[in-house]
């Protein structure tokens, strides 16, 4: 029996669903709000300010405000979403937390809706400040209650089908964000107050997030662990100390588990490195316009869906290593085309296609391979340092792509710069004993395919 009383049974239809379509809630803040529409909202409304906004008596260029404010976010979950994954695994609180941190993230989101020009109490300067501190709470917030999402896995699906639960429910997320971007686009052609539109548009992002976050998750998803004996305990303290014995753990008891981290950085780093710079490419090597580019965002969040649905079968078939292998395959040929083919708006969405494909099913396999290698009673702990492998490090891409095109002056000849990241991550993924890795986590390799 639960904490709240349930009975907890592991492949149960009704929760394997409700878990997946919290990838359906919250995926509407990152397509709607981090992807499309408050990076440009911020900048315009810092432009439009008499006075700008200031850091420590400097004044801060408009175009640098939200990437500041996606960094300080990132930094903010590197510390803190480890420490938060050990107390959920010690306490009984992992359900609690992830619908503490995805209803704060949701309110958040839904506030930013109040943030215009001349805001009363803070005018425009200040509309800039407390839109980009919104964001902040809200981002950390969304990677927090991911890591515990993500921990969910490995206790409600069995061995064999998390290959498919994990990729139906990036499918789900690429399908509920793609919708909500859909309505949005539509509020923005017809609504003559363009400001309002995004304003709204924002805010849906967040009441999308809460609504479906209470409809499923909340009602589904049955907290596991007994709640432990934590008298005299301080959870921080305790938390403290458990990232140290899990970094030791990491070294010394889990080695391989530990590769397939470190090649799950290298390569997602050039995957998410690619996502960041392809709108700023299209519009300054083929000059696509905005609006093209939006369609081109909403066009992937499509075909993402079936994406991540085939290389769930792909795993099948193959082992999720080996799907995950081919897809870096197929990224490699992605930054390739770019760099000797790509010339035109239609050659640009048939990549955009091809990369669709593989967007979702090389990151869903990865989810759910390092939920095979990660010891019962510790998921949390370990998918905050894996959540902390895919946002904490994001640089090194981003950074190579940037000193490449400082040292051409060419972003074409950046973008093959990338090729580096998934054929080094496939050299090291290539190198992960799966097996050994599942056996030496305690776990039981029987059903998966390797």
Same mark, same amino acid.
């Given at each position: 029996m639960t904490a709240t009383g349930e009975t907890a049974v592991i492949n149960d239809k009704r929760e394997l669903f409700g878990w997946m379509m919290y990838d359906w809630a919250n995926s509407a803040f990152s397509t709607t709000v981090v992807t499309s529409l408050l990076g440009p909202y911020i900048q315009a409304l810092a432009e439009a300010s008499t006075e700008p906004l200031?850091?420590?008596?400097?004044?801060?260029?408009?175009?640098?405000?939200?990437?500041?404010?996606?960094?300080?976010?990132?930094v903010l979950q590197v510390f803190f979403l480890p420490l938060l994954g050990t107390i959920a695994d010690y306490t009984a609180l992992k359900k609690r937390m992830l619908l503490t941190f995805a209803y704060i993230g949701a309110f958040a989101t839904i506030l930013l809706f109040f943030v215009k020009a001349d805001m009363a109490l803070f005018g425009t300067s200040g509309a800039?400040?407390?839109?980009s501190l919104l964001f902040i709470i809200a981002n950390l917030c969304f990677g927090a209650a991911i890591v515990f999402y993500n921990s969910f896995l490995p206790q409600i699906a069995t061995p064999d089908r998390r290959d498919e639960v994990s990729s139906k429910g990036w499918a789900l997320g690429y399908l509920g964000g793609?919708?909500?971007?859909?309505?949005?686009?539509?509020?923005?052609?017809?609504?003559?107050d363009t400001t309002l539109a995004v304003r709204l548009s924002l805010a849906s992002a967040g009441v999308w997030w809460?609504?479906?976050?209470?409809?499923?998750?909340?009602?589904?998803?049955?907290?596991?662990?007994?709640?432990?004996?934590?008298?005299?305990?301080?959870?921080?303290?305790?938390?403290?100390?458990?990232?140290?014995?899990?970094l030791s753990e990491l070294i010394h008891e889990y080695p391989v588990t530990l590769r397939y981290l470190?090649?799950?950085?290298?390569?997602?780093?050039?995957?998410?490195?690619?996502?960041?710079?392809?709108?700023?490419?299209?519009?300054?090597?083929?000059g696509v316009e905005a609006q093209t580019v939006l369609l081109l965002v909403l066009m992937i969040q499509f075909i993402a869906f079936g994406g991540a649905l085939l290389f769930g079968k792909l795993a099948e078939r193959l082992g999720a290593k080996r799907?995950?292998?081919?897809?870096?395959?197929?990224?490699?040929?992605?930054?390739?085309?770019?760099?000797? *083919?790509? !010339?035109?708006? +239609?050659? &640009?969405?048939?990549?955009?296609?091809?990369? $669709?494909? %593989?967007l979702g099913g090389s990151q869903a396999l990865s989810r759910s391979l390092f939920s095979q290698m990660i010891p019962p009673d510790h998921e949390a702990e370990y998918f905050g340092?894996?959540?902390?492998?895919?946002?904490?490090?994001?640089?090194?891409?981003?950074?190579?792509?940037?000193?490449?095109?400082q040292l051409t002056g060419s972003q074409r000849v950046a973008i093959i710069s990338l090729i580096i990241f *998934?054929? !080094?991550?496939? +050299?090291? &993924?290539?190198?992960?004993?799966?097996?050994? $890795?599942? %056996?030496?986590a305690g776990n039981d390799p029987e059903g998966v395919v390797l």
């Amino acid at each position: 029996m639960t904490a709240t009383g349930e009975t907890a049974v592991i492949n149960d239809k009704r929760e394997l669903f409700g878990w997946m379509m919290y990838d359906w809630a919250n995926s509407a803040f990152s397509t709607t709000v981090v992807t499309s529409l408050l990076g440009p909202y911020i900048q315009a409304l810092a432009e439009a300010s008499t006075e700008p906004l200031r850091l420590f008596g400097t004044a801060i260029e408009p175009g640098a405000i939200y990437p500041a404010a996606v960094s300080l976010s990132v930094v903010l979950q590197v510390f803190f979403l480890p420490l938060l994954g050990t107390i959920a695994d010690y306490t009984a609180l992992k359900k609690r937390m992830l619908l503490t941190f995805a209803y704060i993230g949701a309110f958040a989101t839904i506030l930013l809706f109040f943030v215009k020009a001349d805001m009363a109490l803070f005018g425009t300067s200040g509309a800039v400040l407390v839109g980009s501190l919104l964001f902040i709470i809200a981002n950390l917030c969304f990677g927090a209650a991911i890591v515990f999402y993500n921990s969910f896995l490995p206790q409600i699906a069995t061995p064999d089908r998390r290959d498919e639960v994990s990729s139906k429910g990036w499918a789900l997320g690429y399908l509920g964000g793609g919708l909500l971007l859909l309505i949005n686009l539509v509020m923005l052609l017809v609504m003559e107050d363009t400001t309002l539109a995004v304003r709204l548009s924002l805010a849906s992002a967040g009441v999308w997030w809460l609504v479906f976050t209470y409809l499923y998750p909340q009602r589904t998803l049955i907290q596991r662990h007994p709640n432990r004996d934590r008298q005299g305990v301080n959870l921080f303290t305790h938390g403290v100390k458990q990232i140290r014995n899990t970094l030791s753990e990491l070294i010394h008891e889990y080695p391989v588990t530990l590769r397939y981290l470190i090649a799950y950085l290298v390569y997602n780093d050039g995957i998410q490195t690619v996502i960041v710079v392809a709108a700023a490419f299209a519009v300054s090597e083929l000059g696509v316009e905005a609006q093209t580019v939006l369609l081109l965002v909403l066009m992937i969040q499509f075909i993402a869906f079936g994406g991540a649905l085939l290389f769930g079968k792909l795993a099948e078939r193959l082992g999720a290593k080996r799907a995950i292998m081919l897809s870096l395959v197929i990224w490699s040929a992605i930054v390739i085309y770019a760099y000797f *083919f790509l !010339v035109n708006t +239609v050659q &640009l969405f048939v990549m955009g296609a091809v990369l $669709a494909l %593989v967007l979702g099913g090389s990151q869903a396999l990865s989810r759910s391979l390092f939920s095979q290698m990660i010891p019962p009673d510790h998921e949390a702990e370990y998918f905050g340092f894996y959540e902390i492998s895919e946002r904490g490090t994001s640089w090194l891409g981003t950074a190579a792509f940037a000193l490449a095109v400082q040292l051409t002056g060419s972003q074409r000849v950046a973008i093959i710069s990338l090729i580096i990241f *998934f054929i !080094v991550g496939m +050299v090291l &993924l290539g190198m992960v004993d799966v097996r050994r $890795a599942i %056996v030496e986590a305690g776990n039981d390799p029987e059903g998966v395919v390797l």
